[in-house]
């Protein structure tokens, strides 16, 4: 129990902590606790440039082929969006900018550096 009276629940496992990370998953386990109850997710946010128009960010089966694709470990992509709403692109866009996040800063930083 924390000073302000709050409860800490710590994962046991880094897969855990970036599955209850996911925005999908935050919603169902929140409702079982009441509805004051938070999770602070930690999120290490890299933009992506040039990433194909056909991408759709809010499918899970994407984010795991993503991170197959680039041979990042399960759940280390916690979440994706485009930077601009897909509404406002110019007719024939076939690149955008995307936010990938990242539930390890170590993750985050490999994904800059190269």
């Known amino acids: 129990r924390l000073h302000n009276g709050g409860l800490l629940y710590e994962m046991n496992t880094k897969e855990g902590a970036a599955w209850l990370q ?3 998953n935050m919603k169902p386990f929140t409702d079982r606790f009441g ?4 999770i602070h997710a930690h999120h290490y946010a890299c933009l992506l440039q040039g990433v194909p128009t056909c991408f759709t960010p809010g ?3 994407t984010l795991c082929e993503l991170e197959q694709e680039n041979n990042w470990e399960r759940y280390d992509l916690t979440a994706v969006h485009w930077i601009k709403p897909e509404n406002k692109r110019c007719p024939g866009q076939t690149s955008a900018y995307l936010i990938a996040k990242f539930s390890s800063p170590q993750q ?5 550096l190269h």
């Open 59 to 61: 499918d899970e089966n």
């Open 22 to 24: 996911c925005c999908e």
């Open 108 to 112: 985050a930083n490999h994904v800059i």
């Open 35 to 38: 509805i004051e109850s938070v």
